[in-house]
């Protein structure tokens, strides 16, 4: 029995190590969406960086088109005024000037921080293009690194199926059909009993279990249904008790001194 539980604990060893193994393959794309994430949001953003400057520069486009309008009409007014022959008709050309001026400047103005908005956009735009071409570079050497562990796992995967596939034969099919059944259940099938405790479940085992196990035998944990094994050379059985031993004075009667004269 001890030839099968010393396999038994080999080949969940492996099966713990494989799942570990598998669980770190699965882990290896999420690594290159998160690169691709990052990029694709980096370029969306410089994207938007791109179209906000060109709609500036269409806005100003237009300020410009229509700021020329507006001092055109200015001048035209002028010329006017000095042809106008009463008091009201000067008022009213006086006051189209006005206007037309105003909105000159008004538009102006617009067309200033027309500018100093796309100052901040190519500047940010600069900065998320470069941001662009770091990103790039990560994902391809995030491609690399998780290609190059993919093989290394594989490659460390391919030995223990090798070893997997030599223990199995070498369990009983009995033990091998409740190992299999209850690590799919439990993630273990087997557990190492410590302290007179399952190590799988933290529940103590009754003392017949107990001598049992020291005995060298496989058994099962009425807690959680693992296999139960000991191993002396981690835990040590209890040493039995000893016999109190009698004092040296025990049973003996105590002689009394008699002193001269008695």
């Not at 882990?27 to 990052?38: D, H």
């Not at 694709?40 to 020329?68: G, K, M, Y």
């Not at 107990?210 to 059985?237: F, H, K, M």
Request: hydrophobic content about 35%; aromatic content about 2%; some cysteine.
């Amino acid at each position: 029995m001890q030839a099968q539980i010393e396999n038994l604990v080999k080949l969940q060893a492996v099966d713990l190590e494989r799942g570990r193994l598998n669980l770190a393959v699965r882990a290896l794309p999420a690594e290159i969406v998160q690169a691709k994430t990052a990029l694709a949001d980096t370029e969306r953003l410089s994207a938007e960086a791109s179209d906000a400057l060109s709609r500036e520069e269409s806005l100003r486009t237009r300020l410009e088109r229509e700021i020329t309008g507006h001092r055109q009409k200015a001048a035209r007014f002028k010329v006017q005024l000095d042809s106008v022959t009463t008091p009201a008709q000067a008022e009213a050309i006086e006051h189209e000037i006005r206007f037309e001026s105003s909105e000159a400047d008004r538009l102006e103005n617009e067309e200033l921080a027309s500018m100093e908005r796309s100052e901040a956009q190519e500047a940010a735009l600069a900065a998320a293009r470069a941001q662009v071409e770091t990103l790039a570079s990560a994902l391809d050497k995030t491609r690399a690194r998780v290609a190059l562990r993919q093989q290394e796992y594989n490659a460390e995967l391919a030995v223990l199926n090798s070893e997997r596939d030599a223990l199995r034969p070498l369990i009983e099919p009995e033990n091998l059909v409740r190992y299999d059944r209850l690590s799919g259940s439990r993630g273990t099938g087997l557990a190492r009993v410590e302290n007179q405790q399952c190590t799988g479940c933290r529940m103590g085992v009754r003392p017949q279990t107990w001598n049992q196990l020291r005995e060298g035998e496989l058994v099962t944990c009425d807690s959680c249904g693992r296999l139960l094994y000991w191993d002396p050379a981690i835990a040590p059985a209890d040493p039995a008790p000893k016999s109190p031993q009698p004092e040296p004075s025990a049973g003996r009667a105590i002689r009394k001194t008699h002193q001269a004269g008695d």
